[in-house]
């Protein structure tokens, strides 16, 4: 896997999950909009600590700075 998400987009989505787990935690967002919301964090969480999101595979995205030589 290439690494196809940057630090800024890291940042976002590190800030977004604990948005959103702030929501469910407080009881802000229940039931089942709440349980996606947590999923959807925990997609946020992974993908920031990987480095690596599927969806922009897919779509030929990156937001890691490209490298020069």
Known sequence: MKSNV???DKAVRIS???LLAALYFT???TGVLGVIALVVAGVFVL???VGFCP???IFGMSTCPRKTK
């Open 16 to 18: 977004i999950a604990v």
């Open 27 to 29: 009881g802000t967002i």
């Open 6 to 8: 940057g630090n800024t």
């Open 55 to 57: 969806l922009y595979a």
């Open 47 to 49: 993908t920031s600590l």
